[in-house]
């Protein structure tokens, strides 16, 4: 049986750290510091030449990226929270700061900064953040249980069909 509780983890990123990264100008990865590697779980070279969105958590609403790219395009500093993807599926939460890097007043790259947010405010965020996928009918989490030869079962057939879980359920409840 696989055993996904680790989707669950959460990384603490320190207090006193930051995470730090710089994108192309299409959010090309460039640059990472070595907290950003530790606390994602990846390697620098595994990071560097991928697009940001490698550590997207589907916990995220759609509009927040659409607001953070208007936001830095605009030549404006974007802040706000952001729960990240770890490389093993578990999450951090960071409270992040955006914003362009110019060269003789020209945009040349992107930058950010990331830091400790309080438990508590992760708590919300959490809440704000489903409230806005349920309402954008953007993804929802489902937890059930099944018995093990069942959710066997539902693995090996969703492998055959060579599509996710997730997929494989939503096309059988389409068929019907
Ligand atoms: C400098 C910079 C830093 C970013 N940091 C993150 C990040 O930490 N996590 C994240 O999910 N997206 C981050 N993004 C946004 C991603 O580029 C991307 O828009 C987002 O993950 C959503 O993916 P999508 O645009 O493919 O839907 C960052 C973008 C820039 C320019």
């Known amino acids: 049986m696989d055993i996904t509780w680790d989707m669950f983890i959460e990384t603490e990123v320190p207090k006193d750290e930051l995470i730090i990264s ?10 990472v510091n070595e907290t ?3 606390i994602s779980g990846y390697s620098p070279d595994e990071l560097i030449g991928q697009p940001h969105n490698i550590l997207r958590h589907p916990d995220m609403p759609k509009v927040v990226f659409k607001e953070l790219w208007d936001t ?16 093993d599926r578990g999450y951090y939460w960071v409270y992040a700061e955006i914003s362009g890097v110019y ?45 093990v030869d069942t ?21 059988l409840i389409e068929k019907n």
């Open 22 to 31: 710089r994108t192309d100008l299409r959010g090309v990865i460039t640059y």
């Open 36 to 38: 950003f590697a530790r």
């Open 72 to 87: 830095i395009e605009q030549g404006e500093i974007w802040r706000g929270y952001i729960k990240n993807l770890r490389k």
């Open 103 to 147: 060269k003789d007043g020209r945009l040349v790259e992107y930058k950010s900064m990331r830091s400790w947010i309080p438990k508590q405010k992760r708590i919300e965020m959490q809440r704000i953040y489903d409230d806005m996928r349920l309402q954008n009918r953007e993804n929802v989490r489902g937890v059930s249980y099944l018995d």
């Open 151 to 171: 959710y066997d079962k539902l693995l090996q057939k969703s492998e055959e069909a060579g599509v996710s879980v997730e997929e494989y359920l939503k096309n």
